[in-house]
């Protein structure tokens, strides 16, 4: 009746696949341990990154909300105790609200048995059905936070590269990555909110731009699905957020010029930012160091780690 | 001094991929014959399908036009004699001016030698220098028929799917194909206008919609990449000019109902249409039966092919 489970954070959009594109990292994620009661449901403890800011209402906290939600789905009249071990920042544009949303669901359906009801695959394309019961349990919880947003629950849920085909059945393709392909992510310490930075995205884009996006995001697919770097250098290329977002991110151009000079195949801003990923054909401390670097005197935190292979699992 | 090329047709836009994906088909395509000249250039013969409306006069025929554009970019001082055997029809929605072009400039490399001047490669990304070189001078006369769109013109060059990646400089993608994969193209005798077929189009699309369209397309190539015939199944899926050309089209929606049903993995709109294309697992003659009969009383043409393997080539 009581159990844990570990989601990796994860990088939204990988450039050009807004809202449609998301990559796991290993090595960094949210733990949530949750425990099933017949009385009121709580949040225990929070510990790790940023704990203090995470709501300690259970109606208000992601992975509460989505342990609850799991539940309920599957028919099972229990309320969650959750404590949640965060390794992620709130507002890193990481992925934080999803692995703990994601960690919090899935810690759920360990609690209270191993299976999954056949009838949460009913919507679930080709999706197995206990990712598709994870993810659409993380949905409801992260559309309280950020809005209704696939590209960082998916990967945190099936790991390495996933493309949310689509969101309404859920319909998440796991892509193959190459073994040795690692990132860099700089986070440096200013705060930037998903809302502020979905607000600043233009409303209406010209349609040749949105033909080049979409060529762009196919491209990066195959490169990944074949270990390309040149392709993967050539087409991860956002034309659609980075423009803008990257205003609100200090010192951005010069890490991304020092990224790509140190070797990366690929950079641009992480989810809504402000983290800064690259991506490296093998894990790379001399491009991690270039990219700090670059920051100057604006102080960060650098994570370099592989893809993460595996999405949430047990702990 | 005298060569003779084919170029295979091919569907632009594969659906989703609107200007971004083309697929080359095997088995039909146009013929060209190009002889180089120190004379005046002109188009000595016209043979094959729709052959009396195709323009004689060599400034306006764009395989004479793509032929010497070809010679030009390479520096070489000479004028083309040209003749055509035209498998496609002129405004099918087969790729038939960007075969014709193709074949043409690819004929006019072959008559005044077999290698292409490096400089002919400069803005060529990853795609070989001799490829690019005929995408550019295909790409010159093509915009003076129907715009400047690389959709057809990548397949007929590099064979089965290719994603344009971009336009300028250009750079285009080969996507392995499942060995065995096929199409079944039927044209109904009506004519569309490539121009009409653009104009029909909206010209602003909402982002939402954009997002699902990039979801689909980048989900499309994985689908070939990995031969996998579900996930092509529900990713062929084009919100954007489906809806509004399918109306041109007569018993598009019977037709397309009727290969689904036989068993094809999807169904849409080739280029600007007429032409509806479905793809199947296998060559299908029983599908292709199954769209015939769907046509009911309209008149149709019927080509059901492998996907070539192989874009243009020298006969």
């Given at each position: 009746m009581k159990a844990t489970a570990f989601a990796p954070g994860s990088i939204g959009n990988v450039g050009p696949g807004f809202d449609v594109l998301g990559l796991a990292v290993e090595g960094i994620g949210d733990r949530v341990t949750v425990e099933l009661t017949d009385g009121e449901a709580r949040v225990d403890a929070i510990t790790g990154r940023d704990g203090e800011l995470v709501p300690r209402d259970p109606a208000k906290n992601v992975a509460s909300i989505a342990a609850a939600a799991w539940l309920r789905n599957a028919g099972v009249n229990k309320r969650v105790i959750v404590s949640i071990d965060k390794g992620l920042a709130l507002a890193g544009g990481m992925g934080g609200s999803a692995a703990s949303a994601v960690a919090g669901a899935f810690a759920a359906s360990l609690a209270c048995s191993a299976g999954v009801p056949p009838a949460l695959g009913r919507k679930a394309g080709e999706t197995p059905a206990l990712h598709v019961s994870i993810m659409a349990a993380a949905l409801e919880a992260e559309s309280q936070v950020s809005g209704r947003?696939?590209?960082?629950?998916?990967?945190?849920?099936?790991?390495?590269?996933?493309?949310?085909?689509?969101?309404?059945?859920?319909?998440?393709?796991?892509?193959?990555?190459?073994?040795?392909?690692?990132?860099?992510?700089?986070?440096?310490?200013?705060?930037?909110?998903?809302?502020?930075?979905?607000?600043?995205?233009?409303?209406?884009?010209?349609?040749?731009?949105?033909?080049?996006?979409?060529?762009?995001?196919?491209?990066m697919v195959y490169a990944f699905a074949t270990g390309d770097g040149d392709l993967l250098r050539r087409s991860l290329d956002d034309r659609y957020a980075e423009p803008l977002r990257s205003r609100l991110i200090p010192r951005f151009r010069e890490v991304k010029r020092a990224a790509l000079d140190a070797g990366a195949i690929g950079c641009s801003i992480s989810g809504s930012g402000p983290t800064i990923f690259a991506i490296t054909i093998e894990v790379d401390h001399h491009c991690a160091s270039a990219m700090k670097k670059a920051m100057h005197e604006i102080e960060s935190d650098l994570h370099v780690a592989p893809i993460a292979k595996q999405g949430v699992r047990r702990v």
């Open positions: 947003h696939l590209d960082n629950i998916a990967p945190s849920v099936v790991g390495g590269l996933a493309i949310v085909r689509c969101g309404d059945p859920i319909d998440v393709v796991p892509v193959r990555v190459p073994e040795r392909w690692a990132v860099v992510l700089i986070t440096p310490r200013v705060r930037i909110e998903t809302k502020a930075a979905r607000a600043i995205l233009p409303t209406e884009w010209p349609t040749e731009s949105w033909i080049q996006q979409m060529a762009n995001t196919s491209a």
